[in-house]
């Protein structure tokens, strides 16, 4: 079965650091694009990061450019999203996406995690 879990997710408070991991199962990651995105409460998920296969460049949403690392361990089949500097406006779930034809999570083929909580708070 080809699944990716996400972990990671905890509650921070502003301008601490966590690092959420999206590990894969019944595959190879390093294959795949992947792409993290985010839904907070009562808004629409977004796409913040996605490194492509293709080109081998990760891309950054402008919130989070600077802030947000995506890196990959092929060993562990799991790619990390280090988030520094959080801010209450983070606070969503976070979800990945391994995706087989490069489109960051948004082709048909896509496999979605199940989510992680992040929680930005004082």
């Known amino acids: 079965q080809l699944q990716v879990v996400e972990s990671g997710g905890d509650l921070v408070q502003p301008g601490g650091s966590l690092r959420l991991s999206c590990a894969a199962s019944?595959?190879?990651?390093?294959?795949?694009?992947v792409g993290w995105f985010r839904q907070a409460p009562g808004k629409e998920r977004e796409g913040i990061v996605c490194?492509?296969?293709?080109?081998?460049?990760?891309y950054y949403k402008n919130s989070v450019k600077g802030r947000f690392t995506l890196s990959r361990d092929n060993a562990k089949n799991t790619v990390f999203l280090q988030m520094n500097s959080l801010k209450p406006e983070d606070t969503a779930v976070y979800y990945c996406?391994?995706?087989?034809?490069?489109?960051?999570?948004?082709?048909?083929?896509?496999?979605w995690g199940q989510g992680t909580q992040v929680t930005v708070s004082s």
């Open positions: 996406a391994a995706d087989p034809d490069d489109l960051c999570g948004m082709g048909s083929r896509s496999i």
């Open positions: 019944g595959f190879t990651l390093d294959e795949y694009a």
């Open positions: 490194i492509s296969t293709t080109l081998g460049t990760t």
